[in-house]
């Protein structure tokens, strides 16, 4: 009876105008068994910058809901629905990862290394036969270089303690910086229905370049997952459509009988099982071409040789036509004495940055057409 009660207060607001309630997941999600740099502490940091932001947004009044609960888990999501809270927003990670290199420069090596911090706060209701239904995420991505201000160098190696704490500090910027629910406006009216609102999502990141093949051929799943989460959120803040999780983030399995994608996450209050409908406008990905090319200099040089590498990617979004673009960056190589060169870069550091800066362009460009 005291749940009914509850039911029918909330339903009551609901027809009075009032915002839909909604909780908030005090937990961190994640597809990956093996964390990279989510210790437990980056856990317990990322939960109070979310639910720290989420009480600013609230009391300025720029949630488009009323925040009820922030103590939700994943092993009582069923009984959050029962009580009258329809909605959750569930913390899930897609990166928490950094790359390492050395290089060097004066007869001295140096550091760099680029952390790369995928978040997305879900925005989730119940579902018939899984945990629940994702409607719709706001990603909060954001990337940053170790080591890349050459007036601060780093002369030690990079160790996964610094990097963690990295990590954590460009995931606040992320909360800070790029939550916004303006484009879930939409989702949220009209959570209730059993169709999927329409829908952005990557679906696939393909890399059909021989060379970038060779570039990333020990990993790279790390880089098509960078492309496909930075090109989401950059499209999401350029159109403020609704997006929905990039396939390549979450290991999902298709049930073509329900025209739906299941996956399983894993959070320390409990094991999470996703569904999500299969977007309305699919968007696949490729690193269609790589290339590097020593320059002719003006003034040639007995100690230095320059090199560009340049890369491509297209988008296809649904039945349209592919759209293509590309970008490039110069680097330099040193020779020695014996005639041998020595680099002040690494070839996949280069290449994953410009590849990450061109996935947003490219998803802002396609987000400012739709919009």
């Keep these: 009876m005291a749940v009914l009660f509850v039911m029918m207060s909330s339903l009551a607001c609901e ?23 989510l210790t437990p502490q980056a856990k ?8 720290e932001r ?9 949630l488009p809901f009323e925040l009820k609960s922030s103590d939700v888990q994943l092993n009582n999501l069923q009984q959050t629905y029962d009580t009258g809270i329809p909605v959750v927003l569930i913390p899930i990670v897609t990166m928490d990862d950094y790359f390492p290199v050395k290089y060097y420069a004066d007869g001295k090596i140096f550091y760099k290394a680029t952390v790369l911090s995928g978040l997305s706060l879900a925005v989730c209701t119940s579902s018939d036969d899984m945990d629940c239904r994702l409607l719709a995420v706001v990603p909060l991505n954001r990337y940053g270089i170790m080591g890349g201000d050459i007036r601060r160098p780093i002369m030690q190696p990079i160790s996964k303690a610094d990097a963690s704490q990295e990590y954590i500090a460009l995931t606040k910027q992320g909360i800070a910086e790029n939550m916004d629910f303006r484009s879930v406006k939409r989702v949220l009216k009209d959570w209730q229905l059993n169709q999927a609102i329409p829908a952005c999502g990557v679906t696939e990141v393909t890399m059909t370049s021989k060379k970038a093949k060779a570039i990333f051929q020990d990993d790279p799943h790390h880089i098509r997952n960078a492309i496909a989460d930075f090109y989401t959120m950059a499209y999401q803040q350029a159109s403020g459509e609704p997006v929905i999780l990039p396939m390549t983030s979450v290991k999902f399995v298709e049930d073509v009988h329900r025209s739906m994608y299941e996956g399983v996450l894993r959070g320390d209050s409990g094991t999470l099982n996703l569904a999500m ?34 890369v491509w990617l297209s988008a296809k979004t649904g039945s349209d ?51």
Excluded: W
């Design 54 to 62: 989420l009480r600013a947004l609230q009391s300025a009044g720029k």
């Design 15 to 37: 027809a009075k105008g009032q915002n839909l309630q909604v909780g908030f997941v005090d937990d961190i999600v994640s597809a990956d068994s093996e964390n990279h740099l």
């Design 44 to 51: 317990q940091e990322i939960r109070q910058a979310l639910k």
């Design 277 to 310: 409908a299969k977007p309305a406008h699919p968007i696949v990905l490729d690193v269609s071409g790589a290339a590097s090319k020593v320059l002719q200099r003006s003034d040639p040089s007995d100690v230095r040789e320059d090199i560009a590498y340049k």
């Design 321 to 371: 036509a592919p759209v293509q673009d590309s970008d490039y960056a110069t680097e330099m190589r040193i020779k020695n004495p014996d005639g041998s060169l020595q680099n002040n870069y690494d070839e996949v550091d280069t290449c994953s940055k410009l590849l990450i800066n061109l996935a947003g362009k490219m998803g802002k460009q396609a987000g400012k057409q739709k919009h």
